[in-house]
């Protein structure tokens, strides 16, 4: 036989009913709850940057700029040396050597332009900046300007170069560089970004700026790398195959500028075919943190960077950008899928692994991008994470907010049955109220109100129900007050249990006291109607019978309605005393089951009896809180020679009911004991 999935089995149905939950959360709640997922959608899309793309995202984008290093890092292409750019740099050596250290020496640099020119190299690139007169500037202006091989000349601007050149400066370096107008040398910008302290992406493009070190060079050496004439994206740094080998062959300028003519031809072969970059590789001179620094503790000079621009135009390794859009259907989708989650309700066993899977795949996606020459740079990884969790965190409030509500609600009701730490108990543990019983030992309340069947007949439904309602209420509160389970109501009679669906060692103590207190209520109740109207029909006493033994107890009906009920002969037992009352002139009657169970001392022997319609006998015990202790042991000394010696019981007992002429059961139990049969029971009517 197949079975049909159901609206409560299937995905759907959970996630109507999680959305229901949600909803029923309360207006004020919804309205948070939207507020909330408006916060984790710009978070899962703005996590590098907020929307004006200045300012950092607070607590992300650090995080963010982190995993970006890592991924780029272990992702880098490993490369052996690449001796396509080759640097020809000043070092430390080389200004102790020049006993000069800023400016670099200039006269250093014009010899080595004109011993360079002649080796053919494809194009030179110099990453300094003439921004102040220096004795060799002649020198160097005539070298310049003679440069066969054409030159890129470091530009720098007060506007996008702030922090390294001032006013002045920018003044000089233009009237210095004006002066290769018709030449071979040309002005190149060598504006690096380095936004959030590393330079991990191509500078912004700027109208009034020359090109880019890097993009001048290719393109004066026949080689303009088109793809990259807009390109802002991220530089695609690589990492040495080898540790003791560097990306790029170095040589020490000293070498050009004092040549011996027998090294310069094995130089040549160095340079030719070749871009150099000209610049500084010095210890506390134009270091640049890149996306590797974080990783390797490496602070590059600045030459090398532009190295690495020039090597990715080459290998014309164009990083895909990603679209916008794109960036927000992924936030949207990231957010729906947490709310999706969270209406799911599912627990916790079962999140915790999809959670490891999801961290997984929100780190795994940038890292298979960036594998795939995808510009994962201000990719949201950091933010889809934590706005997934915002956005899962808001639903479910929403939903157990409504849970609380529902769970209040489910207490409150279930609390006019049973008392609310039970209620508790099952709404956190359901499976205790499952379909079907089991067999326990429970204290079992059978209550009555003697003459109301009468007196209903006699006044006004309305006055009828108001009564009633009023009587059940107080019995009722005498119940749950005590821990006991309401199992029904039947007319005024009400009927209750102790020990299901939940046993506490006291329930037996629970239930004798609540037994007294009710018989005490409908005292009260009488007085109440007898002062309310005194036309109104008299009310007789509550009359109350208890019994301890065992009851199925559980849920028993069909497929459209259940009852949590008790079934046994306990139950049976237990009316029989309260019907016996009446007989014995009592309010409340225990079985000896019930009294010895119950912990209490307050208990008087009320002889042995056999109820209507049962054949075992039942020991009778009345409880009288406030009786004298040795005419109870006088009462139990009768109760025991009465099957044996029926004149002497009857003498004790008679001694015990002259000292309390009012008491009717006393009175009551005399009588009957001159009425038992041989083996000391009465038997009841």
Known sequence: MKLRPTPGNSPFGWLRRGWRNVREAGGVQLAATLVVLCAALFIARFSWVLPDGAEPTPLTSEAERALYDLRAYYAADLVEQDSRVVLVVYTDQTLIKARKR?????????????????????????????????????????????????????????????????????????????????????????????????????????????????????????????????????????????????????????????????VLPFLADQIAGKYILIGGDIVDYDRVETTFTSITGEVPPGIAVHAEIIAQMLDNRVLAPIPSWVLWVMAALVVLSAALTALLEWPARRLAPFLIVLILVFIGIPALLQLRNVDTYGLPAVGWLVGWIIAFT??????????????????????????????????????????????????????????????????????????????????????????????????????????????????????????????????????????????????????????????????????????????????????????????????VMASREFAEASGLDWWRPMGRVQLRGRARPVDLFEPVPEFPGADRETLAQACLLAASDRAAAIRLAQDVADRHPDDSALRNLVKRMREMDEGGTYVLG
Do not use: C
Not at 466 to 473: A, E, I, P, S, T
């Open 102 to 262: 800023s400016p670099l020496d200039r006269g250093v640099l014009a010899r080595t332009l004109r011993n360079l020119d002649g080796m053919g190299a494809k194009a030179i690139g110099i990453d300094i900046l003439f921004d102040q007169p220096q004795d060799e500037d002649d020198q160097l202006i005539e070298t310049l300007r003679t440069m066969r091989t054409p030159v890129a000349l470091a530009y720098a601007n007060l506007a996008t170069n702030k922090d390294d050149i001032v006013y002045e400066q920018q003044q000089y370096l233009e009237e210095f560089q004006g002066q290769f107008t018709g030449t071979r040398t040309r002005p190149a910008s060598i504006r690096l970004d380095n936004t959030f302290g590393a330079t991990r992406v191509w500078p912004e493009i700027v109208a009034d700026l020359p090109p880019l070190l890097g993009r001048a060079m290719l393109t004066d050496a026949g080689e303009p790398a088109s793809n990259f004439a807009g390109y802002e994206g991220s530089i695609d740094y690589r990492r040495a195959k080898f540790v003791d080998a560097p990306l790029f062959p170095a040589l020490q300028i000293d070498l050009f500028a004092d040549a011996d003519p027998e």
């Open 394 to 587: 808001a639903v479910t409030a929403a939903a157990r907010a409504s849970g609380a509500v529902q769970r209040n609600f489910a207490t409150g009701a279930l609390g006019k049955y049973i008392p609310r730490d039970i209620a508790q108990a099952i709404i956190d543990k359901p499976e205790l109220l499952s379909l079907g019983g089991e067999k326990r030992e429970i204290f079992v309340l059978f209550s009555d109100l003697e003459g109301f069947t009468k007196m209903s007949h006699a006044i006004p439904p309305e006055m009828v129900a108001k009564l009633l309602n009023r009587y059940l209420d107080l019995l009722s509160q005498v119940v749950l007050d005590h821990g006991g389970v309401i199992d029904k109501f039947v007319g005024d009679a009400v009927v209750a249990f102790w020990g299901a669906p939940i046993a506490r060692p006291d329930d037996g103590t629970r239930a004798a006291k609540a037994g007294y207190a009710i018989w005490q209520a409908g005292e009260h109740f009488r007085r109440e109607v007898a002062a309310m109207d005194a036309s109104l029909p008299k009310i007789g006493k509550t009359r109350v019978g208890l019994h301890f033994g065992e009851a199925v107890i559980g849920n028993f009906g069909g497929a459209t309605r259940i009852q949590y009920t008790a079934l046994g002969d306990s139950m049976n037992t237990a009316a029989r005393l309260e019907a016996a009352n009446k007989a014995l002139e009592s309010s």
